[in-house]
Nanobody, 123 residues
Framework: VQLQASGGGLVQAGDSLRLSCALSGRTSNAFGVGWFRQPPGNEREFVAALRWGGGHIDYLDSVKGRFTIARDMAKDTMYLQMNNLEVEDTAVYFC?????????????????WGKGTLVTVSS
């Protein structure tokens, strides 16, 4: 499975940004797919995930109500809509997939990673 993330950039606090992640290769409805981020000088952390076949949506507490994860199976693409961005959201964002929804919330159990895309939020 290959993942290709795009959509990062420089925005101001309060702005919105949408990240996209194109998936290719052998996927399954049972896959967990999601987003992680790595702020400067910090460890990679879980942001949001869902089951590729639908449901099982989960978010990091600090992004609930601001970020929305979605997928378009017809386009083999996953999205992360980020609204009301905060300076603390500045990070390299990675899309990821795991062969099971239970494995998608921890970076050490992810099976597939895309290259990161940088999101910088200025004050």
């Amino acid at each position: 499975v290959q993942l290709q993330a795009s959509g990062g950039g420089l925005v101001q606090a309060g702005d919105s940004l949408r990240l996209s992640c194109a998936l290719s290769g052998r996927t399954s409805n049972a896959f967990g797919v999601g987003w992680f981020r790595q702020p400067p000088g910090n460890e990679r952390e879980f942001v949001a995930a869902l089951r590729w076949g639908g449901g099982h949506i989960d978010y990091l507490d600090s992004v609930k109500g601001r970020f929305t994860i979605a997928r378009d199976m017809a386009k083999d693409t996953m999205y992360l809509q980020m609204n009301n961005l905060e300076v603390e959201d500045t990070a390299v964002y990675f899309c990821a997939a795991a062969e099971g929804i239970s494995a998608i919330r921890r970076p050490d159990t992810v099976d597939y990673w895309g290259k990161g895309t940088l999101v910088t939020v200025s004050s």
